[in-house]
């Protein structure tokens, strides 16, 4: 195994694998912060010293998760971005970036000087194969850099490979599958819309058909990533995202793999819809066989969730329907107006809109939650009908719970007439809990929201919602 083989098996030493991305939002424990430390990344500058020979940096390819600060150079930054660096947290960032500018410098030199002419048509774990998948006996002991990379999905070294070797890209692995087979298959979307945009001949691998006469609407029909990484293989952000558990990931896995169908079948030729592979099967029926189990859990996690969040949002609508009957102040018994109408009737209008609102928006997700009770939870409903409508159930419910809180607050204001600093520090508290209430939102919904955004651009951009 050569030193780019090793690299191609440590994707934790590359950006685009770890958690300093804010295109996936989906890999640290709480979402707000991995995008602070997405942005930090992104602006704090760091200076490699390339007078450093390749041996001394080869180091952090033998460990990539090893603090070593070879070849960077601190010496020449202003005090005042030392001193930063030097707290924990923007340090940490700050090694990361390093490390992964030192490893894709060391990646680009190893590739100069790779011989790439003996990959081409075979990947070279097992077995030759031809353009057409069929195995020969010719062997090589060596694994195939790219088919590595793309199957992790390190983004960085595929480019690296691609725009140094472009017909690096006639590469199969042992199936009989090409690299853009290995991208759907596990599902690495951003590396699929880089091979798309890039590869000379997209359409030839598009059509291509693997050992077992799969095509890659088939392979595009798994359930999840396959595990083919190697236990010594470290992937920090792809372990936390596999460890997520609730809910709303189960019901997000499975609408993404109804989007990536969709997404795959539309990029390919309609012939390949009908192709059935060795076991007979075509891709949408494989699709409909290995999903049936996920799409019963995403049933039944929703029909769960939906009750929870009924119960909750009837509690604070009975709340806010009884604030509109026991108004602040009370009634005057001989004409029925309340009493603080009078002297403070901007204060009691406000209270009333804040009640009525937090009401409104309280039915309003009440009825949405209803709707998703008594949805059929068909294949298509995942797309966009069961995302939506769980989108709107979850911030309707935000802003019923925070227009209660300011609704409490000018309440308790007009009942105890408190003093301006009291006053004032009730309504930073309500502010601050309206602000932990968002980023808690955030974390909650970000993957949705994510999922939404490219749902309905693939709807509008391709008008074919069926799949």
Same mark, same amino acid.
């Given at each position: 195994?050569?030193?780019?083989?090793?690299?191609?098996?440590?994707?934790?030493?590359?950006?685009?694998?770890?958690?300093?991305?804010?295109?996936?939002?989906?890999?640290?424990?709480?979402?707000?912060?991995?995008?602070?430390?997405?942005?930090?990344?992104?602006?704090?500058?760091?200076?490699?010293?390339?007078?450093?020979?390749?041996?001394?940096?080869?180091?952090?390819?033998?460990?990539?998760?090893?603090?070593?600060?070879?070849?960077?150079?601190?010496?020449?930054?202003?005090?005042?971005?030392?001193?930063?660096?030097?707290?924990?947290?923007?340090?940490?960032?700050?090694?990361?970036?390093?490390? +992964?500018?030192?490893?894709?410098?060391?990646?680009?030199?190893?590739?100069?000087?790779?011989?790439?002419?003996?990959?081409?048509?075979?990947?070279?774990?097992?077995?030759?194969?031809?353009?057409?998948?069929?195995?020969?006996?010719?062997?090589?002991?060596?694994?195939?850099?790219?088919?590595?990379?793309?199957?992790?999905?390190?983004?960085?070294?595929?480019?690296?490979?691609?725009?140094?070797?472009?017909?690096?890209?006639?590469?199969?692995?042992?199936?009989?599958?090409?690299?853009? +087979?290995?991208?759907?298959?596990?599902?690495?979307?951003?590396?699929?819309?880089?091979?798309?945009?890039?590869?000379?001949?997209?359409?030839?691998?598009?059509?291509?058909?693997?050992?077992?006469?799969?095509?890659?609407?088939?392979?595009?029909?798994?359930?999840?990533?396959?595990?083919?990484?190697?236990?010594?293989?470290?992937?920090?952000?792809?372990?936390?995202?596999?460890?997520?558990?609730?809910?709303?990931?189960?019901?997000?896995?499975?609408?993404?793999?109804?989007?990536?169908?969709?997404?795959?079948?539309?990029?390919?030729?309609?012939?390949?819809?009908?192709?059935?592979?060795?076991?007979?099967?075509?891709?949408?029926?494989?699709?409909?066989?290995? +999903?049936?189990?996920?799409?019963?859990?995403?049933?039944?996690?929703?029909?769960?969730?939906?009750?929870?969040?009924?119960?909750?949002?009837?509690?604070?609508?009975?709340?806010?329907?009884?604030?509109?009957?026991?108004?602040?102040?009370?009634?005057?018994?001989?004409?029925?107006?309340?009493?603080?109408?009078?002297?403070?009737?901007?204060?009691?209008?406000?209270?009333?809109?804040?009640?009525?609102?937090?009401?409104?928006?309280?039915?309003?997700?009440?009825?949405?939650?209803?709707?998703?009770?008594?949805?059929?939870?068909?294949?298509?409903?995942?797309?966009?009908?069961?995302?939506?409508?769980?989108?709107?159930?979850?911030?309707?419910?935000?802003?019923?719970?925070?227009?209660?809180?300011?609704?409490?607050?000018?309440?308790?204001?007009?009942?105890?007439?408190?003093?301006?600093?009291?006053?004032?520090?009730?309504?930073?508290?309500?502010?601050?809990?309206?602000?932990?209430?968002?980023?808690?939102?955030?974390?909650?919904?970000?993957?949705?929201?994510?999922?939404?955004?490219?749902?309905?651009?693939?709807?509008?951009?391709?008008?074919?919602?069926?799949?």
């Amino acid at each position: 195994m050569t030193a780019l083989n090793l690299l191609a098996t440590m994707p934790a030493s590359f950006r685009s694998k770890s958690s300093y991305v804010l295109n996936d939002l989906s890999r640290a424990p709480f979402v707000p912060l991995q995008m602070f430390q997405a942005v930090v990344y992104k602006f704090i500058k760091t200076r490699i010293d390339e007078r450093v020979s390749e041996s001394q940096v080869a180091g952090n390819v033998e460990d990539p998760l090893a603090d070593n600060k070879v070849g960077i150079s601190m010496v020449e930054m202003p005090f005042f971005i030392r001193v930063i660096i030097g707290y924990w947290f923007f340090e940490k960032i700050y090694d990361a970036k390093q490390k +992964h500018e030192v490893v894709l410098k060391l990646a680009h030199k190893l590739i100069d000087k790779k011989d790439w002419s003996h990959y081409i048509k075979y990947e070279s774990i097992e077995t030759e194969v031809s353009s057409f998948g069929i195995s020969s006996t010719k062997k090589n002991k060596v694994p195939d850099p790219l088919i590595q990379a793309t199957r992790l999905g390190i983004l960085e070294l595929v480019m690296a490979i691609l725009q140094k070797y472009p017909q690096a890209a006639d590469s199969f692995d042992k199936n009989g599958r090409n690299i853009l +087979h290995i991208t759907v298959e596990q599902k690495h979307r951003f590396l699929y819309d880089y091979l798309m945009s890039s590869l000379a001949y997209k359409d030839r691998m598009l059509a291509d058909i693997d050992n077992r006469g799969n095509t890659i609407l088939h392979l595009a029909s798994s359930v999840q990533n396959p595990a083919t990484s190697h236990p010594r293989i470290i992937d920090v952000a792809n372990d936390h995202v596999r460890k997520k558990q609730g809910s709303i990931p189960l019901i997000n896995q499975m609408s993404w793999d109804v989007l990536w169908f969709k997404k795959v079948k539309h990029d390919t030729n309609p012939h390949l819809r009908h192709v059935r592979n060795i076991d007979g099967m075509t891709a949408q029926e494989l699709f409909e066989e290995n +999903h049936t189990s996920l799409r019963e859990e995403a049933q039944k996690a929703a029909k769960d969730l939906s009750g929870n969040f009924i119960i909750v949002t009837i509690l604070i609508a009975t709340l806010n329907f009884s604030a509109l009957f026991t108004l602040p102040g009370g009634f005057n018994q001989n004409t029925g107006d309340p009493m603080l109408l009078s002297g403070y009737r901007q204060e009691m209008q406000l209270f009333m809109v804040y009640v009525g609102l937090s009401e409104l928006f309280a039915l309003f997700s009440l009825s949405t939650l209803l709707l998703i009770l008594v949805s059929r939870f068909d294949t298509n409903d995942f797309f966009i009908a069961v995302p939506t409508k769980f989108i709107i159930s979850l911030v309707t419910v935000m802003y019923s719970t925070g227009l209660s809180g300011i609704a409490y607050t000018q309440g308790y204001i007009l009942e105890g007439q408190p003093e301006t600093f009291l006053a004032t520090l009730m309504i930073l508290g309500l502010f601050f809990g309206w602000y932990v209430l968002t980023l808690l939102m955030v974390d909650t919904t970000v993957s949705i929201l994510d999922y939404m955004y490219h749902a309905f651009f693939h709807l509008f951009a391709y008008k074919s919602p069926d799949i």
